[in-house]
């Protein structure tokens, strides 16, 4: 079954801590898409995926064809990145399956 | 360049009315996704169009749901005699080509209530 796992659930941090949030699945992918969405908000793609590394001022994003695995790394943390973080796949079916969200709270 | 409008924003019907919801894609897109989000769930694929054609509909609920891309103006969510499980936020997405392998873009979503 194609399905998408992300880690942790929930997560809190201070502010200037460096963040990690994991997404893992199962099967081979054309694309993975790390999203953001504010409560209440529209989602913003962060990032689109299909192998290395990209770095977005203070986000970087990886993955690791091999091990089925990406990481969405916030450095320098702030309370505006509180938000939830989504990753998407696309299992080349023109539709992406969306994890359940990593909620992060950044505080002061 | 807009981005992906939708509208409305936020809708509340009475349970057996309809719900018609709009999505226009970002310019020069002509691939259109509508995606939805119950309550303290996660998203999930509804339907993806190209102008004049449904691609997939594997994600749209058998009845009283349909969608279309017409040649000119938005894509149109339909969701008729909507009942309380309707209620969810529905997120239209575009893209200028295929969405595999390449950069999707969301708009600011419209929320949906059925009181």
């Known amino acids: 079954k194609n399905e998408v796992e992300q880690s942790p659930q929930n997560l809190t941090a201070q502010e200037g801590e460096f963040i990690t949030i994991n997404c893992s699945y199962s099967?081979?992918?054309?694309?993975l898409h790390w999203l953001q969405q504010h409560p209440g908000g529209g989602i913003v793609s962060l990032f689109m995926l299909s192998s290395g590394k990209k770095k977005h001022g203070r986000l970087i994003a990886t993955i690791n064809i091999q091990e089925k695995h990406s990481s969405l790394h916030i450095t320098a943390s702030h309370p505006r990145d509180s938000a939830v973080y989504i990753c998407a796949v696309d299992y080349n079916t023109d539709k992406l399956i969306f994890g359940t969200g990593t909620r992060l709270q950044v505080f002061p | 360049n807009a981005g992906v409008m939708q509208n409305p924003r936020h809708l509340v019907r009475r349970r057996g009315q309809e719900a018609r919801l709009r999505c226009s894609p970002m310019k020069g897109h002509s691939h259109v996704y509508w995606y939805r989000q119950l309550p303290e769930e996660g998203l999930k694929f509804m339907v993806y169009l190209q102008k004049e054609n449904i691609i997939d509909e594997s994600g749209m609920p058998k009845e009283r749901f349909s969608a279309e891309f017409p040649k000119e103006g938005p894509s149109i969510l339909r969701i008729q005699q909507v009942v309380r499980g309707d209620s969810a936020a529905y997120f239209c997405?575009?893209?200028?080509?295929?969405?595999?392998?390449?950069?999707?873009?969301f708009g600011e979503g419209s929320w949906l209530t059925v009181v």
């Open positions: 099967v081979g992918i054309s694309a």
């Open positions: 997405a575009s893209s200028p080509y295929t969405s595999s392998g390449n950069t999707i873009y």
